[in-house]
């Protein structure tokens, strides 16, 4: 209780203290990459619930002859790379916390299409409402294995604490501030999960 309730003041003073640049970046990414402003998708959120996240866009809508999207390397652009960089496309996700959709420290919400995926142990990490910013994020976000990104999950889980809450929104900052593990070594973004090695030979 103790824990939603900071949620949605945080998130409504963040949104409050932040509506100049939310308006800005919005403006900013319908001049350069169209419209909707707004990416949304379907997640899974707590107990695998889905939901529609939003965030800022920050890809082309460009497809193949045979009207596929292209890679991400060539979808997303300049501008979506420097929102990225400054996480000001999870902006949005404030709304999504104060709805109770998400909180603003937890594992991030991934793909619907992964829930099939996870062993007992990775399932764990949907026991908490999705987060804006997370543990894993803060050592290692993009840059590290998905499995040990689980891991860490995990261990979110099993040790959650609102003074680990504050401690990881701290290096939350400072990692955002330094532009650190926005993607994994040769790739522009994460690679999909495919499963682990022992899920994978049930």
């Known amino acids: ?15 409050i203290l932040l509506s100049p640049v939310y308006f800005i970046v919005a403006r900013k990414v319908k001049k350069n990459l169209g419209s909707p402003v707004l990416f949304r998708q379907v997640r899974p959120g707590l107990h695998g619930k889905p939901f529609e996240m939003i965030k800022f866009r920050t890809m082309k809508d460009a497809v193949d002859a045979n009207s596929n999207p292209l890679p991400d390397s060539e979808r997303l652009t300049p501008f979506g790379k420097m929102l990225r960089a400054t996480s000001l496309d999870e902006m949005p996700e404030l709304w999504n916390v104060i709805k109770g959709d998400m909180s603003i420290v937890g594992p ?3 793909l619907v299409e992964y829930l099939p995926l996870y062993n007992e142990e990775q399932a764990k990490r949907h ?3 999705p987060g804006i910013t997370g543990y894993a994020q803060v050592n290692g976000r993009n840059a590290i294995s998905w499995e040990k990104k689980f891991e860490l999950d995990t261990w979110y889980v099993e040790n959650q604490s609102l003074w680990l809450d504050f401690k990881i929104m701290l290096k939350t900052v400072k990692k955002v501030l330094a532009k650190d593990d926005i993607s994994a070594e040769g790739e522009v973004t994460m690679s999909k999960f495919t499963g682990t090695v022992e899920h994978k030979n049930d």
């Open 127 to 129: 026991h908490v409402r």
């Open 108 to 110: 991030r919400p991934l």
């Open 1 to 15: 209780m103790i824990k939603r309730l900071l949620d949605i003041v945080i998130a409504s003073i963040a949104l």
